[in-house]
């Protein structure tokens, strides 16, 4: 397809803008370590919420969310909970506070102020950086795969008669196009930029959704769909059967391993609070949480996201999926078995958007992948050189040296992401992989590191060794086959472990790792968790140090906001998914659920602002003022 004029020159606009916005302001990240990595805790919470939505308005995770709505209907908006998407909900509620109170730049820095700086604490380190890293690399190849199907389909020029190839030279072509601004300008740019994107993107989202709702009548829409389709209720099956309508539709759902629904449905919510419970994963969602004002700011940031976040994605995705079945289902058919879904989103926006939209839409979504990249790209040197250059090599190096490195460090990861990449076809498979497989093994370390003292560092360390080296099995195809046949033995017959059902033994697996090596060693330092706990002041299992700390703070108060906690999480899981909701029965115009959604929605945020809102606090009033004198946070204990 060769763009109209008008859509070149928005497109084109478009990026030369981006360019241009993200060299402006890429002067204020060059001072040091802290301005580069963090904008200098001085970048205003919605700002970083705006960016931190348009990072996860990411492409490829569009063009799954598409082939999700149209293969299951209304049951996919539980999906994604795999992710698990409700994690923001955890990070507003509680965790977002608790990790902005650290003060620390990175995951890895994090962990020396939790578990001290023994051996132990430094093996721990380590890990975090070495897991931190091999996510980059993940989410940069599944970046760099999307934007590769989706950029081929619409630039005119054949680079490849390999289609895979011709996909990965476009993903080439744009990766370098990003790679100008985020080396230079660290999270200044990255911030400024993603706002800019945030804003482009939703405009067009909200302009699918409108073209779709006018474009396809209710009926035209039940004419093509299975019954069952616009259902959200949770049933034992998926009752939804496209046999005599297109049937590679029910081969990619046998094959997803979704078809027991509930037992599916229990799992994603069983691992969803489980890994949100452990909070973010040490990459860029992370560091929007340490870039804030103050650890309010960082609750009130993560709760933004899915205020401004949800609706206008899922009017896209709704947008895209209404076409796609109206339209292009003969087009999917003729295809026989050889479909590949996650070309469903370039197809739609090539033979159906007008133009005009079809540009500013392709410039958001090519926006949607230049902040996901930008954003995991500016997490990666910050591990390198914090936490290993600058704590191990080279600790008194000038702030500009650290930096300059930094933009080393960041091309390196780049290529590597890239080169990884190359051999990856799917969206889907790298996805998975990240979600369940490298994640079971991230889960038990990080939920026992907040609610446990007892849990040391090398409890940490091996949890999470053992964790990455069986995520990383899992992706190897020969020894994700050795250990499919090792579990014959347990009358398993399997070709081979599949990432989302492997996630209960991974945790089960790290879970009795970490509790027996905490239990053969000795606790942390008991003055290294005082100071973790009347800073952080975490609920949970912290008895022990909560009798300590009497004896120097004899008024110290415990957390006691578990059960108001837990009430506000179920809460906002149920706000955050009508407003996942709401925007697809808008679309499909099924006008009353839509209403029944939006009443749900706003009674949701009502009690959140009642019982989570009112309740938000820096620090609890009674920590000690020379616990944060000469640090950032300095201005922000409460004065007697």
């Given amino acids: 397809m060769i763009l109209p004029l008008l859509d070149i020159a928005i497109v084109l606009l478009f990026i030369c803008s981006t360019i241009f916005v993200g060299f402006w302001v890429s002067s204020r990240a060059s001072k040091d370590m802290n301005s580069y990595f963090l904008g200098g805790n001085k970048l205003k919470w919605y700002m970083l919420g705006l960016s931190n939505a348009s990072g996860m308005f990411d492409i490829s995770g569009t063009m799954w969310l598409v082939y999700l709505l149209f293969v299951y209907g209304l049951s996919s908006i539980y999906i994604p909970w795999l992710w698990p998407t409700f994690n923001?909900?955890?990070?507003?509620?509680?965790?977002?506070?608790?990790?902005?109170?650290?003060?620390?730049?990175?995951?890895?820095?994090?962990?020396?102020?939790?578990?001290?700086?023994?051996?132990?604490?430094?093996?721990?380190?380590?890990?975090?950086?070495?897991?931190?890293?091999?996510?980059?690399?993940?989410?940069l190849a599944y970046g760099f795969i999307g934007i590769g199907k989706f950029a081929s389909v619409f630039f005119p020029w054949k680079l490849s008669e390999d289609p895979h190839m011709n996909d990965v030279y476009y993903g080439l072509i744009m990766t370098i196009i990003t790679t100008f601004y985020i080396i230079k300008g660290g999270m200044f740019s990255v911030v400024f930029t993603e706002v800019f994107q945030f804003i482009v993107t939703t405009i067009a989202s909200i302009g699918v959704g409108i073209v779709a709702l006018h474009s396809v009548s209710p009926e035209l829409l039940a004419a093509v769909v299975p019954p069952g389709w616009d259902s959200i209720a949770v049933n034992w099956n998926l009752n939804v059967d496209w046999a005599g309508r297109l049937d590679a539709a029910n081969e990619k759902i046998s094959a997803d391993g979704y078809s027991l629904f509930a037992i599916f449905f229990m799992l994603m919510l069983f691992k969803g609070f489980l890994l949100s419970l452990a909070g973010p994963a040490p990459n860029y969602d992370m560091q929007r949480v340490l870039s804030t004002q103050s650890p309010r700011d960082a609750a009130k940031m993560s709760g933004f996201v899915t205020v401004v976040l949800m609706f206008p994605r899922y009017m896209l995705i709704a947008g895209l999926t209404v076409l796609a079945l109206a339209f292009f289902m003969n087009d999917l058919r003729a295809m026989g078995s050889d479909v590949d879904f996650e070309q469903i989103l370039p197809f739609v926006l090539k033979n159906y958007i007008p133009s005009g939209l079809l540009g500013l839409l392709i410039a958001g979504l090519l926006a949607a992948f230049m902040s996901n990249f930008a954003a995991t790209v500016n997490a990666a040197p910050a591990y390198v050189v914090n936490d290993i250059y600058k704590r191990y090599i080279n600790p008194n190096a000038e702030p500009k040296r650290y930096v300059h490195l930094s933009y080393v460090v960041s091309l390196l990861f780049i290529v590597i992401g890239v080169a990884l990449g190359f051999f990856i076809?799917?969206?889907?498979?790298?996805?998975?992989?990240?979600?369940?497989?490298?994640?079971?093994?991230?889960?038990?370390s990080n939920v026992l590191k907040w609610y446990w003292w007892r849990f040391n560092a090398y409890g940490y360390f091996w949890g999470m060794t053992v964790g990455i080296v069986l995520a990383l099995s899992l992706?190897?195809?020969?020894?994700?086959?050795?250990?499919?046949?090792?579990?014959?033995?347990?009358?398993?017959?399997?070709?081979?472990?599949?990432?989302?059902?492997?996630?209960?033994?991974?945790?089960?697996?790290?879970?009795?790792?970490?509790?027996?090596?905490?239990?053969?060693?000795?606790?942390?330092?008991?003055?290294?968790?005082?100071?973790?706990?009347?800073?952080?002041?975490?609920?949970?299992?912290?008895?022990?140090?909560?009798?300590?700390?009497?004896?120097?703070?004899?008024?110290?108060?415990?957390?006691?906001?578990?059960?108001?906690?837990?009430?506000?999480?179920?809460?906002?899981?149920?706000?955050?998914?009508?407003?996942?909701?709401?925007?697809?029965?808008?679309?499909?115009?099924?006008?009353?659920?839509?209403c029944i959604a939006m009443a749900i929605a706003a009674a949701g945020a009502l009690f959140l602002w009642k019982n989570w809102y009112r309740h938000l606090q820096d620090y609890p009033a009674d920590i000690p003022p020379e616990m944060l004198k000469g640090t950032k946070d300095e201005h922000l204990v409460v004065k007697p």
């Fill in 88 to 139: 923001q909900i955890f990070l507003m509620v509680f965790l977002a506070t608790w990790l902005r109170r650290s003060g620390v730049m990175t995951g890895a820095e994090w962990i020396i102020f939790r578990f001290g700086d023994d051996r132990g604490a430094r093996l721990s380190n380590i890990i975090v950086v070495a897991f931190a890293l091999v996510g980059v690399i993940g989410f």
């Fill in 425 to 444: 076809p799917s969206v889907n498979t790298v996805l998975q992989w990240i979600v369940s497989g490298l994640y079971g093994g991230y889960t038990a």
């Fill in 475 to 594: 992706a190897i195809p020969q020894a994700n086959t050795a250990v499919a046949h090792a579990l014959s033995v347990f009358g398993l017959e399997l070709d081979k472990v599949d990432f989302i059902y492997a996630f209960p033994w991974l945790l089960v697996i790290c879970l009795i790792t970490c509790v027996t090596t905490s239990l053969i060693t000795a606790p942390s330092d008991m003055e290294v968790l005082k100071k973790f706990y009347v800073k952080v002041r975490p609920w949970g299992f912290w008895g022990p140090v909560h009798q300590a700390c009497l004896q120097d703070l004899p008024e110290l108060a415990k957390n006691t906001n578990f059960l108001r906690d837990m009430v506000n999480v179920i809460v906002g899981i149920v706000w955050q998914t009508s407003l996942v909701a709401a925007p697809i029965f808008l679309v499909i115009q099924q006008y009353d659920k839509f």
